[in-house]
């Protein structure tokens, strides 16, 4: 018989996994999965969306596939903007119920 997990699981993979900067990584994915919704509602190729946000079609793959290493977030938040994606940015008080404040990144292309 296996003993069951005793890891404690959050809502972000990148902090149960011991990643540095687990939000900012969040963030990041979360921004990098938009980028391809919106490439794939244009039906744009990655050479496409590349013109369109003034990176080559390397760095498009390179975000498809979530090495997003060299990419700020306000770089990606600037790439949605040039595939046509408003980006609003909204802030409000923390929930009581947290212990921490955090970043999300919610919505729809």
Known sequence: ????NTYKCTEN??????????EQSLVKSN??????????????SQQ???ALMGIDQAKVSAIVNGKLKGFTIERLLRFLNA???????KLKPKAKRREHAQ???TGRV
């Open 1 to 4: 018989m296996t003993t069951p």
């Open 13 to 22: 993979v990148f902090e149960d996994f011991g990643f540095k900067n687990p």
């Open 31 to 44: 921004l990098a999965m938009y980028i391809q919704d919106a490439m794939e509602l244009r039906a744009l």
């Open 48 to 50: 496409e969306a590349g």
């Open 83 to 89: 595939l046509d994606v408003d980006v609003e940015i």
């Open 103 to 105: 970043t999300l990144v």
